[in-house]
């Protein structure tokens, strides 16, 4: 299982052959799916703390003197709302109001950003990106084959980080970012953010820095219930939070309104790429939309089933587990917007089985960020 | 990676254990390992007849659903219905954990599964 033919490898790589995690392909990267277990790694960041190597995702660069009109342009949040060094989750849309790719906006010094983008959609949205500079004065560079990125996420997470750097981590509140962080004297960029409803941080670093500082992160959280934590866990953390996953909750035939993120569409603020169409929605009404669901009879939910009422498919599962935390059976799916009132009885198509369900808020579990 | 002596085993890594004409099947140690944390199991009816290949049961881990198929043609006469409420035992003991006992149709059909030794070298070279 450790040679996968083809697939990118992160400067981690060997950290987590050592650390015996199980890899598979992700996206074109032979990822950590698991150490330990998706069970006890997705407890780890509940109750201590977790770290997850993420460096397969892309990093974007953007300097120039018209940065900020060009990713007004681009992106469906409000580029301006924010000050240096402060981030902003958003969208990136097509001109029918699909979604390229969900990003994270950084501003850095000087009129200039940066973007987080996730792996399946580096090569679509650089290419994006680029197509849509035409008439701005900006410059785009992709950083993603130069930087790593660790997650450490979790209660402990603080404590952790604190022993290793040169900063008091209670300068940089959630989303917010500093780039003057040395962690174990390597130079970093560290946000107070991540994918998993806890507390904690990003560190974002040079390739080389990565596996000596990701190796200071294990040492230090050795005693603070520290577990590596591998792609499955960073999907069940994810979904319980309510937060998005593109290709599940958000895709190119998905709207962010549809999906149910539109206070992150920010539709007042100028022009931007999908805004007519996005408008256009929301005054129509929407026809479907995402909603919790909880099984009432027993069976796990899947991305990809069927959600019936009366026989008839009424929309499809977008992500669905026995939830770690919670123990119960629960999913998000898109549905009919007539089946999507909180209590709506609906079915669910396990293999041969219709299983009923009934909708339920998507505030799975509450989010515990230090704001 | 456990291997019990004793046992019949399929390239899909099932287990039969066989006693007279009864076949109990579970899944073996590589299969519960490579599932991880086992935490829904879906059995078949008592009295369901299936043929060898048929998938009986579906067990799923936190991450995804897998087919469990039948080594071995019968009729279900017992299903482990401790395992609806307890899954994790499989992962606790696979070879203890049973999940259906079949009356066999054809015991001629075990000549075709493998003994111990031979998933043994099977294991070493595909797992």
């Known amino acids: 299982m450790s040679d996968i033919a083809g697939l990118k490898r992160t400067p981690l790589f060997d950290a987590h052959m050592q650390l015996g995690a199980r890899m598979v392909d992700f996206a074109g990267w032979e990822m950590p799916i698991q150490y330990e277990g998706i069970s006890a790694e997705h407890e780890a960041v509940r109750t201590s703390a977790g770290v997850f190597d993420v460096s397969h995702m892309g990093e974007v660069e953007f300097t120039g003197p018209g940065t900020l009109d060009y990713l007004q342009n681009l992106i469906t949040n409000d580029v301006s709302s924010i000050n240096d060094n402060q981030m902003l989750y958003t969208f990136m849309c097509y001109p029918d109001g699909g979604v390229v790719d969900d990003i994270i906006v950084y501003r850095r010094k000087d009129d200039s950003y940066m973007a987080i983008i996730n792996a399946s959609n580096i090569d679509k949205d650089i290419a994006w990106m680029r197509e849509q500079a035409g008439p701005y004065d900006v410059d785009i560079k992709d950083r993603s084959d130069d930087l790593s990125l660790i997650a450490l996420q979790g209660p402990n997470a603080h404590e952790i980080l604190g022993e290793l750097v040169d900063v008091d981590l209670n300068s940089i509140s959630f989303f917010n970012f500093s780039e003057d962080v040395k962690c174990s004297g390597r130079p970093c960029m560290v946000s107070r953010s991540g994918y998993t409803g806890e507390d904690g941080f990003e560190i974002c670093l040079s390739n080389d820095d990565a596996p000596f500082v990701w190796s200071k992160l294990i040492d230090a959280g050795a005693d603070k219930g520290l577990k590596p934590c591998g792609l499955g866990a960073r999907d069940t953390l994810r979904f319980e939070a309510n937060l998005p996953l593109y290709g599940n909750e958000l895709s190119a035939s998905i709207t962010p309104l549809e999906a149910g993120f539109g206070m992150f569409v920010k539709l007042d603020k100028g022009d931007f790429i999908g805004r007519d169409a996005l408008v256009k929605q929301k005054e129509e009404g929407l026809t479907r939309k995402i909603v919790g669901f909880e099984m009432i009879e027993n069976g796990i939910p899947r991305h990809g089933y069927d959600i019936l009422s009366d026989g008839k498919v009424i929309g499809f599962v977008t992500t669905g587990y026995n939830s770690p935390t919670l123990k119960k059976n629960i999913g998000l799916a898109m549905v009919d917007v007539e089946h999507s009132a909180l209590g709506s009885e609906i079915d669910v198509q396990i293999r041969r089985k219709i299983l009923q369900a009934k909708v339920i808020k998507r505030r799975f579990y509450t989010k515990s960020y230090k704001k | ?127």
């Open chain 2, 1 to 127: 990676m456990e291997i019990k002596k004793g046992l019949y085993y399929t390239e899909e890594n099932e287990w039969v254990r066989v006693e007279g004409n009864k076949a109990y099947i579970g899944i073996t140690d590589y299969a519960q390992d490579a599932l991880g944390d086992i935490v829904y199991i879906e059995l078949p009816d008592v009295g369901d007849t299936l043929k060898a290949g048929d998938a009986f049961s579906v067990v799923e881990s936190v991450k995804a659903a897998s087919d469990v198929f039948l080594p071995v043609s019968g009729t279900v006469i017992e299903i482990n219905e401790e395992l609806e409420d307890s899954p994790e035992l499989i992962n606790e003991d696979p070879y203890g954990s049973w999940i259906i006992a079949v009356d066999l149709l054809d015991v001629t059909e075990l000549d075709e599964l493998m003994d111990a030794e031979a998933y043994e070298e099977f294991s070493s070279q595909e797992n």
